[in-house]
């Protein structure tokens, strides 16, 4: 089983890393100042970041790191696939997988994927592009939900990750503990 971590121990050099909490904890927040962090090395992946209409959320989208963004669940999408009150379309995460997941060996320093969440494991190619990312050479850092079964839990259950959980309090140091941590381990990444 993965270990856990509130980070008021220690980070250890692993490479695939796994942020946890609940909604609103800042698990984004943390993911996009590693980001910044890292600006200078190659990274790939995603964010995913609430679509609000009149102060109320209505959906999600996810965004690459390289730009492109598509909508991936929303309150109007009449969806097969329904997530809470979101109809979801996760066939529309297949070009960003493709853009931001399978890139040649090689090309990339880190990856960030912002989330592995019910949502996203819809998506038959997500899942397989994660259990790649796992495994592969590259650095993983990635938020994960808090709680459930099927893929979540198979990830979290992983014994080469870490999984730690973001908090108010902790949430401000983490960028800069993960960044020192995935910098280091991207170093010793093949390629």
């Known amino acids: 089983m993965g270990s856990q971590s509130s980070v008021t121990g220690s980070l250890t050099r692993v490479k695939n890393l796994l942020l946890t909490g609940p909604p609103g904890c800042g698990k984004t927040t943390v993911l996009e100042r590693v980001a910044e962090q890292l600006g200078d090395l190659r990274l790939a992946g995603f964010l995913t970041l609430e679509l609000r209409e009149h102060g109320q959320r209505v959906g999600f989208e996810a965004v690459g790191l390289g730009g492109r963004r598509v909508i991936l669940a929303h309150v109007r999408f009449r969806s097969l696939v329904s997530v809470g009150r979101y109809g979801v379309e996760p066939e529309r995460l297949v070009p960003l997988i493709e853009e931001e997941m399978a890139r040649p060996p090689g090309t990339v320093d880190a990856h960030l994927i912002d989330e592995i969440g019910k949502m996203e494991c819809h998506c038959p190619q997500f899942i397989e592009a994660i259990r790649r990312l796992l495994e592969g050479p ?22 080469d990750v870490q999984v730690v959980e973001v908090t108010h309090a902790n949430r401000d140091e983490l960028p800069a503990r993960i960044g020192e941590c995935l910098r280091g381990s991207a170093q010793y990444s093949p390629g």
């Open 138 to 159: 590259v650095p993983l850092l990635a938020s994960i939900a808090l709680r459930g079964g099927g893929f979540i839990a198979e990830v979290r259950n992983r014994r």
